[in-house]
């Protein structure tokens, strides 16, 4: 049997772990109080807990129906937070799995992301052999969805107007210091844009970065915020937000677009739309169950 370890970033399940969910992700390093209270807060703005869990293992779930083999089997496994990647392999080992293959449910690569998570993979010192999967950003079931996903969203607009709705594809930013390593990332986010814009025909679009945190360095932009004061001060009416850096809903979703750019909208006089998440769209599980059995065809595994 082949294992699947599903990995996403983790999040909180409730607001008591908002805190220690907080020192993970900075490496142990202790937060500041009042920003344990605003994340805190926006927590109980979106419900009081992250979905991302049980959105991933539903992804886990949808992708072991596609796969359609009692080949493999799917794990899921977080970054930051419980079940952690460790955790996950080390059940792997006890049901007797030698062989998996890890899929970050993230489509682009950077050193910074996807790649930390396969440093988590080593730091586990498993012996389980893995194959990796490091990138789906142009895989044309992920773009299929996409784009019927934008579709969608525009029928929420005027049918007279609907061609001129701008659309603003994000994407999570990182610290611009990537750039200095040649990171794949920028590029691949651009190749995604330009493959839907393809598929889906003329529609006036652009590009921001979203969800930068607040350091002592300067982050990838431009920014959604600024995208839509310059969207707003042209005059322009609509706008249509893809978030195409993430396919689940969690915090980066709930609060910074549904919220915070809602609120900053609102206040512009703009009719802010955002996209539907992908989730466990069969379009993209296909893709995912060819990939993961490609990786496991060029490992030798099959």
Do not use: C
């Not at 899921?76 to 990647?85: A, E, K």
């Not at 579709?151 to 107007?161: E, I, N, T, Y």
Request: hydrophobic letters at 45%; zero cysteines.
């Amino acid at each position: 049997m082949i294992g699947v370890l599903v990995m996403a970033y983790g999040g909180p399940n409730n607001l008591d772990e908002v805190e220690p969910y907080l020192l993970d992700v900075r490496g142990h390093r202790p937060t500041a109080p009042e920003i344990v209270r605003e994340v805190r807060e926006r927590y109980q703005l979106i419900g009081g807990r992250s979905p991302i869990l049980e959105q991933t293992q539903a992804q886990a779930d949808a992708l072991q129906a596609a796969l359609g083999s009692d080949m493999f089997k799917t794990f899921v496994g977080m970054r930051h937070w419980h079940p952690y990647i460790k955790d996950t392999l080390a059940q792997l080992r006890a049901q007797g799995i030698e062989r998996a293959i890890g899929l970050v449910m993230a489509p682009h690569y950077s050193r910074m992301s996807i790649g930390a998570y396969y440093k988590k993979i080593e730091e586990a010192q498993s012996p389980i052999t893995m194959g990796r999967i490091e990138r789906w950003h142009l895989l044309p079931g992920y773009l299929e969805g996409l784009v019927d996903r934008v579709k969608d969203a525009l029928q929420k607009f005027p049918a007279d107007m609907r061609a001129e709705v701008p659309i603003i594809f994000s994407a999570h930013s990182l610290p611009e210091r990537i750039l200095s390593w040649n990171d794949p990332y920028p590029d691949e986010l651009q190749a995604t844009v330009a493959a839907v814009m393809e598929r889906l025909g003329p529609q006036p679009h652009e590009f921001a970065y979203q969800s930068a945190a607040i350091s002592n360095e300067p982050w990838l932009g431009p920014d959604v915020g600024a995208a839509l004061d310059r969207l707003a001060k042209d005059g322009q009416p609509h706008a249509l937000i893809a978030p195409i850096g993430f396919v689940v809903e969690h915090v980066e979703i709930l609060y910074d677009i549904d919220i915070v750019y809602q609120q900053q909208a609102s206040k512009l006089g703009l009719h802010l739309e955002r996209i539907e998440m992908l989730g466990s769209a069969s379009a993209v599980m296909n893709g995912l169950a060819g990939l993961v059995r490609q990786t496991a065809q060029e490992a030798g595994w099959l």
